[in-house]
């Protein structure tokens, strides 16, 4: 099956910072999402975006499918951004099932 | 529209004991799915379903059967639990319509422990 892999694995900022965050896959994909998962363990979805650009206030997105790959940047980092991002992906043919990475812990210290 | 919720949040069992999760979504969404999550991963899909009657088995299955008797509820039974089966299990739903946005939507998750 599709493989995805996330990096970093962990990652601390201070508040005010920026990141990105790396998501690449092994195959072609049919839908692509990112979720952040507080430390209430709720998931939250941020992004659909199979390709293309997104934004959504300080949080972006960029997928490009033809080099199997996405990237989340968070920009002026706040505590209340700390938890698990996961990206997860729908590859071809796959019946709309999503495979998850592991995730990147984020930490955003005051 | 409460979206995706999940019945019990917590739940303590012995092993060999048996229980059922329930996932209720009123999106009138086609696709539903359980996941299960455990330390330091990232979900990984137990079962699915594609409608109302039908269920097939994701990448995890073993110790768990699945019955979606009607479009709106799926549930997940454990026959005999194992400490194994200690996780956090989530439920999702998509639309799954062609050439549409199929995003997958989240219930808040059953944190179950076996002892």
């Known amino acids: 099956g599709i493989q995805v892999e996330q990096s970093p694995p962990d990652l601390i900022l201070q508040e005010g910072a920026n990141s990105t965050l790396r998501c690449n896959f092994s195959d072609s994909v049919n839908n692509l999402q990112w979720f952040h998962q507080n430390p209430w363990g709720q998931l939250i979805n941020l992004f659909y975006?199979?390709?293309g650009t997104k934004q959504n206030g300080r949080l972006s997105a960029t997928t490009v499918a033809t080099e199997r790959y996405s990237l989340l940047y968070i920009s002026s980092s706040q505590t209340t951004d700390s938890g698990v991002y996961f990206c997860?992906?729908?590859?071809?043919?796959?019946?709309?099932?999503?495979?998850f990475g592991k995730g990147t812990l984020l930490t955003v210290n005051p | 529209n409460a979206g995706v919720t999940q019945t019990p949040k917590f739940r303590v069992l012995k092993t060999g004991q048996s229980m059922t999760l329930l996932c209720a979504q009123d999106m009138n969404h086609e696709y539903m799915y359980w996941y299960r999550q455990d330390p330091g991963m990232g979900l990984r899909l137990i079962h699915y379903s594609v409608g109302e009657g039908t269920t097939a088995k994701g990448e995890v299955p073993d110790g768990y059967n699945v019955s979606r008797l009607k479009k709106q509820n799926f549930l997940l039974g454990l026959e005999s639990a194992a400490p194994s089966q200690t996780s956090v299990y989530f439920c999702?739903?998509?639309?799954?319509?062609?050439?549409?946005?199929?995003?997958?939507?989240f219930g808040p998750g059953t944190r179950l422990t076996v002892l």
């Open positions: 999702a739903s998509t639309p799954s319509l062609r050439g549409f946005y199929n995003e997958q939507f």
């Open positions: 997860a992906v729908e590859g071809w043919g796959s019946n709309y099932k999503l495979t």
């Open positions: 975006i199979p390709s």
